[in-house]
């Protein structure tokens, strides 16, 4: 089992800065963290693997980072240049041995 607990997320104004961070109870592999808006299906944000290596969606690159400490098992997103588009639930995503675990999300609005 692999508890994912999400935090960070609130109102900011469209440009804005926003650091999310995912703290899981035990030590994991790839971290993602994944969105959705209202009315829309859920969508990768970007990738982390346990080595460092990153991906992100063409719609975030430029603008996010994500990162980890493996020595407080947590992942974090930093999130500059926020657009009202980027408002949603933000979740943090892990798998261990073919099961998927998710965080309970954290809501980013962006608005002024």
């Known amino acids: 089992q692999v508890q994912l607990v999400e935090s960070g997320g609130g109102l900011v104004q469209p440009g804005g800065s926003l650091r999310l961070s995912c703290a899981a109870s035990?030590?994991?592999?790839?971290m993602d963290w994944y969105r959705q808006a209202p009315g829309k299906e859920r969508e990768l944000v970007a990738r982390i693997t346990s080595s460092g290596s990153t991906n992100y969606a063409d719609f975030v690159k430029g603008r996010f980072t994500i990162s980890r400490d493996n020595a407080k098992n947590t992942g974090y997103l930093q999130m500059n240049s926020l657009k009202p588009e980027d408002t949603a639930v933000y979740y943090c995503h892990t798998r261990r041995f073919v099961v998927d675990y998710w965080g309970k999300g954290t809501l980013v609005t962006v608005s002024s």
């Open positions: 035990g030590s994991i592999g790839s």
